[in-house]
């Protein structure tokens, strides 16, 4: 068989999904190979990152959508305008109900809009993204008028991540109930949790009802174990395959879809006061960006499917800054920037990484094994996914440096970094008062020319300052089976109407 050079992961991966094999010949439930599972299982407003919008955007619907060319289109509102600089008004649909019978009107959307706005968990991450949110005001039943604290020019944007939930089932369960059975107007509903994944069924009053039987999530923590349960049948969708994988996918009859979603990997550096290290020292980050060799990283380990990066931003997103160009790869040059800032002697430094993106464990390592090649003596360690994003947000990655993306996704706006990466999160990785001005007034400009130098001036400071070492434009690859048809996915979103399972 073409995949033999794995033959010592199958019998481990083959004999957890055996029972899974003969199901998957003859159902039509789409299986979902991913390397975990949400954390806060079915929370709408618990974060837009995956593996959590995977699910949730599947059970859920938003105001709004984007597509992949950065566009807004309808989507629960058919129509939008600002009424001034602080209120902006949506038209609903009218032929939309909740998966437990509930109405989907204005009342809806100003509960979620209430509930976003008022006080509750801050780990929230949809409350930390919406945090410009006072209230909303009811017109009529399919009229609402969402208001704001400061100038808002890109809250149709942001609508495609205001996720409505059923009102009553939320007041009825609670917050902790409310996740385990979550009630959306999506294609999906959830039917259980278990260990290993969920599965959910179709809702049957969707107002984009899906094609096929339902959906099991399986977490299968590796690549190569998700790429052998495609290869015997046991899941249809493998997330994060690895480029390499891929001619033995199509060779057996599947296909690979690539992702964008509208992110760079970078490796995120922390010098702030409370840390004593040569990185405080602006000329030891650059030299950290000019001893990793990015291009021969996106060549080997993502397929040449991808551009190194040069500022925060994707080259898609509002902001992006083409002037400015990724720092040259040059061990020489690092070397020298090392020993002007008193660094020539190397120092030792821990780098933090959940292992997740395409090959992403490779990729990290790869980065330190440049590193280590000019005196920067690297260890990388590594925490489960959701364990470390919840470090993150709380503020408890005391390591010297950690993996992350600059995230412009979904509203393909440079200046979305900025509210993880900046003053602006709460316990901040990165805060520096200088730049905060400009990103505030980046925030709340209306002016489509003026927002745009804003944004490019934020993008200079960023890649001038190099608090990152900025890797590449995120991409990924998910192998699909042979009778797996129709398979999509922006920026989170999976397109679970369009699907076919032949």
């Not at 920067?376 to 950690?402: H, K, N, S, W």
């Not at 007034?441 to 934020?458: G, K, S, Y």
């Not at 590449?472 to 999976?494: C, K, M, W």
């Amino acid at each position: 068989m073409p995949f033999t050079r794995r033959q010592s992961l199958s019998a481990v991966a083959g004999a957890a999904l055996a029972p899974k094999l003969l199901r998957a010949q003859s159902d039509k439930i789409l299986r979902i190979g991913l390397g975990g599972m949400p954390t806060e299982k079915g929370n709408a407003f618990s974060n837009i990152q995956t593996p959590s919008i995977l699910l949730t955007g599947g059970v859920f619907d938003g105001l709004t959508r984007m597509t992949k060319s950065g566009d807004i289109v309808p989507w629960l509102a058919t129509a939008w305008q600002a009424l001034d600089e602080t209120t902006w008004r949506f038209t609903l649909r009218d032929d939309v109900a909740f998966s437990n019978g509930e109405q989907f009107d204005a009342a809806a959307v100003k509960f979620t809009v209430d509930y976003l706005s008022g006080p509750g968990p801050m780990t929230e991450g949809l409350r930390r993204d919406f945090r410009f949110l006072t209230g909303a005001t009811v017109i009529d039943r399919t009229t609402i008028d969402i208001s704001t604290s400061v100038p808002t020019p890109m809250l149709p944007r942001y609508a495609s991540v205001l996720l409505i939930v059923a009102p009553e089932a939320w007041r009825s369960m609670g917050v902790e109930q409310f996740s385990i059975t979550p009630v959306g107007t999506g294609p999906l509903t959830v039917d259980n949790w278990h260990p290993a994944g969920a599965t959910l069924l179709p809702n049957t009053t969707s107002w984009r009802p899906i094609q096929f039987d339902g959906v099991e999530y399986i977490v299968l923590k590796d690549p190569s174990s998700r790429f052998q349960a495609l290869m015997s049948g046991a899941i249809d969708a493998a997330y994060q395959t690895a480029p390499e994988d891929i001619p033995f996918i199509e060779d057996e009859g599947g296909s690979v879809v690539s992702v964008l979603d509208g992110a760079a990997a970078s490796i995120m550096l922390q010098f702030g006061p409370e840390h004593d290290t040569p990185l405080r020292d602006k000329r030891v980050r650059h030299a950290l960006n000019h001893a990793v060799d990015k291009q021969t990283i996106v060549d080997v380990l993502l397929g040449g499917q991808t551009v190194v990066s040069s500022q925060p931003a994707v080259r898609a997103s509002f902001g992006y800054d083409p002037s400015l160009q990724p720092f040259a790869y040059d061990p020489e040059l690092a070397l020298a920037l090392l020993k002007d800032a008193g660094a020539g002697d190397g120092f030792a430094m821990t780098i933090l990484t959940s292992g997740g993106g395409t090959n992403g464990q490779f990729v990290v390592q790869r980065v330190a094994d440049d590193l280590n090649r000019v005196g920067i003596r690297a260890e990388v360690q590594q925490r489960p996914v959701m364990q470390f994003l919840t470090d993150f947000v709380r503020g408890r990655i005391d390591t010297d440096a950690f993996t992350l993306q600059w995230g412009t996704y979904p509203l393909l706006d440079a200046i979305q970094v900025t509210n993880i990466n900046s003053c602006r999160k709460t316990d901040p990785w990165f805060c520096d008062q200088t730049i905060q001005p400009v990103i505030e007034r980046a925030w709340v400009e209306t002016d489509p020319i003026a927002a745009l130098a804003l944004r490019h001036q934020i993008m200079g400071y960023y890649r001038d300052m190099a608090p990152s070492i900025f890797l590449h434009e995120n991409i990924a690859f998910v192998g699909l089976s042979p009778r797996t048809r129709g398979f999509d996915q922006t920026f989170g979103y999976i397109d679970f109407e369009g699907i076919t399972l032949s």
